[in-house]
Nanobody, 118 residues
Framework: QVQLLESGGGLVQAGGSLRLSCVASTNISRISIMAWYRQAPGKQRELVTI???????DYIDSVKGRFTVSRDNAQNIVYLQMNSLTPEDTAVYYCNARSRHPPRVIGWGQGTQVTVSS
């Protein structure tokens, strides 16, 4: 299991930016997939973006062009840069780590709250 600790959430006005950080307890270059999920009040948790250790990234349509995921392998940190935030981005954001072989979740963070005011 990997320990993950998120930070960087907060309250921001619509149109603003936040950068979330996820610090891992192990070498993230060895983690196949790092992902960010979010869960808004009354809604199911949804996958926002993934970052693979061979350099691929993917995003859900609603955040494409606004959010950017990146890895700092030296510091074992995964970042989520969020720009042009809207109230619909309000949620608790969770960091997630997964292996490919076998395919399984190997860690969840505790979450960090992001609130976007209109």
């Amino acid at each position: 299991q990997v320990q993950l600790l998120e930070s960087g959430g907060g309250l921001v006005q619509a149109g603003g930016s936040l950068r979330l950080s996820c610090v891992a307890s192990t070498n993230i270059s060895r983690i196949s997939i790092m992902a960010w999920y979010r869960q808004a009040p009354g809604k199911q948790r949804e996958l926002v973006t993934i970052s693979t250790n061979d350099g691929d990234t993917d995003y859900i349509d609603s955040v494409k062009g606004r959010f950017t995921v990146s890895r700092d392998n030296a510091q074992n940190i995964v970042y989520l840069q969020m720009n042009s935030l809207t109230p619909e981005d309000t949620a608790v954001y969770y960091c997630n780590a997964r292996s490919r072989h076998p395919p399984r979740v190997i860690g969840w963070g505790q979450g960090t709250q992001v609130t976007v005011s209109s």
